[in-house]
């Protein structure tokens, strides 16, 4: 056990640029408090994400082309807005004391999304189609406020806890990048679980309620009661406020580092494909191979099973890679050789159309029985998906918050993932419309982007900076130096 746990003061800030060292003392804190801290924040975003994945997972499937329509509206909003999230997010925060209002306010916008999928549209354009929209545009708005305050949150915890645990200065880019490891760990385990729960309860609905006209209100109902239950437990959460010489960010800035810095620019590519596959296997996936082969009554489970593996394969990389047993970079390898097959099983397998969806209508009709093989193809696949999605929906956050925690860049970096991740999404949701007929064509799309993906992590992690963090220049540490960068109720 480091001696600082046993010290009344431990190191709250560092400077580490130019070699010139700076350190000021701070009232000894237990990490522990800043892991419960990530944890509640877990289980908020656990109960939000398990109505939203589930109201999101069955867009495509029993909405049809409006499904792709809300999913594009939320994420070009999303990604349009990222550029002024950090931002707003500091202006907001300062205002209200604090994160915990501002995050119910934009989990209460993912609840009325789903919510507002009860009404009874058709599957041709009608005036009632405004309402569905317009909520997902509301959801737009809110989530870059929402997932740039998830990422600053875990960032400041971590900092804060790698200060606790360092004896010296030289220690604490090593803690820093473990604890950021660990508590991207903690939090991704629980966020990813949040889709299996959620889209199991909506598929037992659905198959309970096979041919039922209630059963589409039923689930979007559930949905919207959980993301609103999630909401409700951000008020539990503990404050972790920002350092008090903290400068607001600036639209400026949170642009700046695509240009300036060569960091962020060869990061994009894997963030514009992580939202491209995961829109392309949470929409085209399930449109073009799940409801064909299994019925859209599997969908739900289809996506629960993809969540579910996610999340234990994003606990299991975590746990490697704080333990020093593997590096990031062999993950980013493994995990973009995983995607490649996923892509190259949707290429190369014949689907078998045992249900189809007639021009005009939002109901598969089944004109034939699946049998077991098929629909364990289709599970397989999901499976292949989840082992490579993982680690490129929780390594771009580890590794930019390793580069940036400590400085006043961390907000505009983690907005800039989110920014691409989103734009990833809306450009796959639009170009679904026009290249329907060619599933092959969207697949190729994506595995060039993959290839380019890897290359830029590898020229990241040999030629500018470590994406492990080791030698890279991280820049200075957060300050813990007062109570403002403590936890306060």
């Given at each position: 056990?480091?001696s600082?746990r046993?010290?009344?003061?431990v190191?709250?800030?560092?400077?580490?640029?130019?070699g010139?060292?700076?350190?000021?003392?701070?009232?000894?804190?237990?990490?522990?408090?800043?892991?419960?801290?990530?944890?509640?924040?877990?289980?908020?975003?656990f109960?939000?994400?398990?109505?939203?994945?589930?109201?999101?997972?069955?867009q495509?499937?029993?909405?049809?082309?409006?499904?792709?329509?809300?999913?594009?509206?939320?994420?070009?909003?999303?990604?349009?807005?990222?550029?002024?999230?950090?931002?707003?997010?500091n202006r907001i925060?300062?205002c209200?004391?604090?994160?915990?209002?501002?995050?119910v306010?934009?989990a209460?916008?993912?609840?009325?999304?789903?919510?507002?999928?009860?009404l009874?549209?058709s599957?041709?354009?009608?005036?009632?189609w405004?309402?569905?929209?317009?909520?997902?545009?509301?959801?737009?708005?809110?989530?870059p406020?929402?997932w740039?305050a998830?990422?600053?949150?875990?960032?400041?915890?971590a900092?804060?806890?790698?200060?606790?645990?360092?004896?010296n200065?030289?220690?604490l880019?090593?803690?820093?990048?473990?604890?950021?490891?660990?508590?991207?760990?903690?939090?991704?385990?629980?966020y990813?679980?949040?889709g299996?729960?959620?889209?199991?309860v909506?598929?037992?609905i659905?198959l309970?309620l096979?041919?039922?006209?209630?059963?589409?209100?039923?689930?979007?109902?559930?949905?919207?009661?959980a993301s609103l239950?999630?909401a409700?437990?951000?008020?539990a959460?503990?404050?972790?406020?920002?350092?008090?010489?903290?400068?607001p960010p600036?639209?400026?800035?949170?642009?700046?580092?695509?240009?300036?810095?060569?960091?962020?620019?060869?990061?994009?590519?894997?963030?514009?494909?992580?939202g491209?596959?995961?829109?392309?296997?949470l929409?085209?996936?399930?449109?073009?191979?799940t409801c064909?082969t299994a019925g859209?009554?599997?969908?739900?489970?289809t996506?629960?099973?993809?969540?579910?593996?996610?999340?234990?394969?994003?606990?299991?990389?975590?746990?490697?890679?704080?333990?020093?047993i593997?590096?990031?970079?062999?993950?980013y390898?493994i995990?973009?050789l995983?995607?490649?097959a996923?892509?190259?099983i949707?290429?190369?397998?014949?689907?078998p159309?045992?249900?189809?969806l007639?021009?005009g209508?939002?109901?598969?009709?089944?004109?034939s029985?699946p049998?077991?093989?098929?629909?364990?193809m289709v599970f397989?696949?999901?499976?292949?998906?989840a082992?490579?999605?993982s680690f490129?929906?929780?390594?771009?956050?580890?590794t930019?918050?390793?580069?940036y925690?400590?400085s006043?860049?961390v907000s505009?970096?983690?907005?800039?993932?989110?920014?691409?991740q989103?734009?990833g999404?809306?450009?796959q949701?639009w170009?679904?419309?026009?290249?329907?007929?060619y599933p092959?064509?969207r697949?190729c799309?994506l595995?060039?982007?993959?290839?380019i993906s890897?290359?830029c992590?590898?020229?990241l992690?040999r030629c500018?900076?470590?994406?492990?963090?080791?030698?890279?220049?991280?820049?200075?540490?957060?300050?813990?130096?007062?109570?403002r960068?403590?936890?306060s109720?």
């Amino acid at each position: 056990m480091p001696s600082s746990r046993s010290q009344l003061f431990v190191i709250g800030r560092c400077y580490a640029d130019f070699g010139a060292v700076s350190l000021l003392p701070v009232m000894a804190e237990d990490e522990a408090k800043y892991r419960r801290s990530v944890r509640l924040l877990s289980v908020a975003f656990f109960g939000v994400f398990s109505g939203f994945q589930a109201a999101q997972g069955l867009q495509t499937s029993l909405n049809a082309e409006l499904g792709d329509i809300n999913l594009a509206c939320i994420y070009i909003t999303f990604t349009v807005l990222c550029l002024v999230a950090p931002l707003l997010l500091n202006r907001i925060e300062r205002c209200l004391g604090g994160m915990r209002r501002l995050l119910v306010i934009c989990a209460a916008a993912y609840s009325a999304m789903a919510l507002s999928n009860v009404l009874p549209v058709s599957a041709d354009p009608s005036p009632l189609w405004a309402i569905p929209v317009a909520c997902d545009v509301l959801v737009g708005i809110a989530a870059p406020l929402l997932w740039t305050a998830q990422s600053t949150y875990v960032s400041r915890c971590a900092t804060c806890a790698a200060a606790l645990e360092a004896e010296n200065a030289e220690d604490l880019p090593h803690w820093r990048s473990v604890m950021i490891t660990r508590y991207n760990r903690l939090f991704f385990g629980f966020y990813q679980f949040a889709g299996t729960s959620g889209n199991v309860v909506a598929s037992v609905i659905l198959l309970l309620l096979a041919g039922n006209e209630k059963a589409k209100p039923a689930i979007f109902a559930t949905a919207g009661c959980a993301s609103l239950l999630g909401a409700l437990i951000f008020l539990a959460m503990p404050e972790v406020h920002e350092a008090a010489d903290e400068k607001p960010p600036s639209v400026l800035e949170t642009g700046r580092l695509v240009v300036a810095d060569a960091k962020v620019r060869l990061m994009i590519p894997l963030m514009l494909t992580n939202g491209m596959s995961l829109a392309f296997f949470l929409g085209d996936f399930q449109a073009d191979v799940t409801c064909p082969t299994a019925g859209p009554g599997f969908t739900g489970f289809t996506i629960a099973l993809f969540f579910g593996v996610n999340s234990l394969v994003s606990l299991l990389w975590g746990h490697l890679i704080s333990s020093g047993i593997i590096l990031r970079r062999f993950v980013y390898v493994i995990s973009t050789l995983l995607l490649a097959a996923f892509l190259l099983i949707f290429c190369f397998w014949q689907v078998p159309q045992n249900y189809v969806l007639p021009p005009g209508s939002t109901d598969w009709k089944r004109t034939s029985t699946p049998t077991a093989a098929e629909i364990s193809m289709v599970f397989f696949a999901a499976i292949v998906f989840a082992g490579g999605d993982s680690f490129y929906e929780s390594g771009p956050p580890m590794t930019l918050q390793t580069f940036y925690s400590g400085s006043d860049k961390v907000s505009p970096a983690m907005a800039n993932y989110k920014l691409w991740q989103s734009l990833g999404y809306a450009v796959q949701f639009w170009i679904s419309i026009p290249l329907k007929p060619y599933p092959e064509v969207r697949a190729c799309i994506l595995l060039v982007l993959l290839c380019i993906s890897l290359t830029c992590v590898l020229i990241l992690d040999r030629c500018v900076a470590r994406v492990d963090g080791h030698g890279a220049n991280a820049g200075s540490s957060p300050a813990c130096s007062d109570d403002r960068g403590l936890i306060s109720g």
